[in-house]
């Protein structure tokens, strides 16, 4: 399963963007999808996740700030990250596991994008 994300860049603080992450291959159905993030120095952290039903959960850090959807007909998981803050910059990187055709679970992640908030 291929994870392809896009949508990271560099934005002024208090400013939006979006990122995308979709899945293609080997796929029968997607479970959990989510995003994580890894800062310069620091350790990998979840950011937000969403389950096959909508369920979502988030980070302290980006409550109220970030939301996540997804598309199940397109295999995609979204980032809508407002407001964001130089505390917000890292690579971003999708998740997604589920079931391969052959039923097999399958756990993979994307290549990873950099988001910069800076003036």
């Known amino acids: 399963v291929q994870l392809l994300e896009s949508g990271g860049g560099l934005v002024q603080p208090g400013g939006s963007l979006r990122l995308s992450c979709a899945a293609s291959?080997?796929?029968?159905?997607?479970?959990?999808m989510g995003w994580y993030r890894q800062a310069p120095g620091k350790q990998r952290e979840l950011v937000a996740t969403?389950?096959?039903?909508?369920?979502?959960s988030y980070a302290d850090s980006v409550k109220g700030r970030f939301t996540i959807s997804r598309d199940n007909a397109k295999n995609s998981v979204y980032l809508q990250m407002n407001s964001l803050k130089p505390e917000d910059t890292a690579v971003y990187s999708c998740?997604?596991?589920?079931?391969?055709?052959?039923?097999?679970?399958?756990?993979?992640w994307g290549q990873g994008t950099q988001v910069t908030v800076s003036s």
């Open positions: 998740n997604v596991d589920g079931l391969s055709n052959q039923f097999r679970p399958f756990n993979s």
């Open positions: 969403i389950t096959s039903g909508g369920s979502t």
């Open positions: 291959g080997n796929i029968f159905n997607i479970h959990g």
